[in-house]
């Protein structure tokens, strides 16, 4: 009887102790006047493993160059195209800009270090590895920092920004950026994931609560992405829009830099910051002659074209569509990671899966198209950082 007692005894004693697990504490980051909300972290199952990969500091990176991945390259007799650039909403319209005037990737940094092209405004961040990738992260409740980015008056008229977050258990508004002038109060300031797994932005008394079709976002890596057109903003996560402000407030000026912030006791990282100049309007994009584009995206090693890719490939088609008699070459490039073959290879798969995409997908006729690679022959620019091999990693449309 006492063991049959003592059994009831523990059982409830566990059940008492589940239910007592508290969500995570709420907190405002800078210029923000909302109580944030949270979900409980009793709600979902944490996911352990990426946690037996993130600390491997003994593992040296590999394949750091998000377009190179030569050496991961598997010969192919056929491009491979993309079986799903049609189904990503006309809404999704990110277009990279094409003048770089920052990338990071945090291969130059230590492990464990702070990276070298950051300055921190608060908390502790150290330089991190995860599946072979480099990645910035937190390791204390609320982490600010900023890009050290050439200095400006205010952002270019016309800008991108970019980069990859990853969050690996079920936490609060984990990520913050804001756009401000010096310390001013932010123009504006975007968190996700809010409420769950939506995204909040809000600039001014203009705000906005927008669902994420993705329910749940936590253990998965999502691609995030600013773009603006003047005083208008866009905010993208994936391939999905969910923020569009005509018109920021700009009471303490127009911004000049960014800050980001995680906050979470979780340890969320980021890494492949690209912000970037540009581009104009598209109008003619073979205006300049040649048009060198960004948007073209692959996995490292792969030449599937991702969906990210489809408004690049929907401004080309649609000139093409119009000028009936123009034909297009195109040419991959890479930078010098890897062994120059298999560059060679992989820019030239490229560059036929970015042709079968626009022929099968837009019904352009194949025989419009030329393709071809340079591999890593023609850089624009140094391969001794991750910076001058973010600029060799493109893809370029020419008329014949």
Request: proline fraction near 6%; charge should be negative; glycine fraction near 8%.
């Amino acid at each position: 009887m006492k063991r049959v007692l003592r059994g009831l005894w523990s059982t409830l004693a566990v059940a008492m102790t589940l239910a007592l697990i508290v969500a995570p504490l709420a907190h405002a980051g800078l210029g923000d006047k909302l109580k944030k909300k949270v979900t409980g972290s009793a709600e979902k199952k944490a996911e352990d493993a990426v946690d037996k990969t993130t600390d491997d500091a003994s593992k040296k990176a590999e394949g750091d160059e998000k377009d190179a991945g030569a050496g991961e390259s598997e010969k192919s007799d056929a491009p491979k195209g993309s079986g799903d650039i049609g189904s990503v909403s006309t809404k999704f319209d990110f277009t990279p800009g094409d003048k770089l005037l920052f990338y990071d990737d945090f291969t130059q940094d230590e492990l464990g270090e702070f990276p070298v092209h950051w300055t921190l405004k608060q908390g502790t961040f150290e330089v991190a590895e995860m599946s072979g990738q480099r990645w910035l992260r937190s390791t204390s409740t609320t982490s600010q920092i900023a890009m050290k980015a050439p200095a400006m008056p205010q952002l270019p008229e016309f800008w991108s920004l970019e980069f990859d977050w990853h969050c690996p258990k079920n936490s609060g508004n984990v990520l913050n950026v804001y756009g401000q002038k010096g310390d001013q109060p932010a123009a504006w300031h975007v968190i996700f994931p809010y409420s769950g797994h939506n995204l909040y932005a809000e600039s001014g008394k203009v705000n906005s609560d927008t669902p994420f079709d993705d329910q749940d976002v936590w253990g998965k890596t999502h691609h995030v992405m600013f773009m603006a057109r003047g005083k208008a903003l866009k905010v993208y996560v994936d391939q999905q829009r969910l923020a569009n402000i005509p018109e920021i407030d700009v009471t303490n000026g127009m911004p000049d830099n960014f800050m980001i912030e995680l906050w979470s006791e979780v340890e969320p990282m980021i890494t492949n910051v690209r912000f970037a100049e540009g581009p104009k309007p598209m109008k003619d994009p073979f205006a300049d002659g040649t048009l060198v584009t960004y948007g073209i995206y692959f996995d490292s090693g792969s030449d599937v074209v991702k969906p990210e890719s489809a408004p690049v490939l929907r401004q080309i088609a649609a000139y093409m569509s119009a000028n009936p008699t123009i034909n297009v070459k195109i040419v991959g490039h890479t930078d010098n990671q890897g062994k120059p073959d298999g560059n060679l290879d992989l820019s030239k798969r490229r560059s036929a899966s970015v042709a079968k995409v626009l022929a099968d997908q837009f019904k352009l006729g194949a025989d419009r198209f030329k393709t071809d690679g340079m591999g890593d022959t023609k850089p624009i620019s140094k391969n001794d950082n991750s910076e001058g091999r973010a600029a060799n990693r493109r893809v370029e449309f020419s008329k014949i």
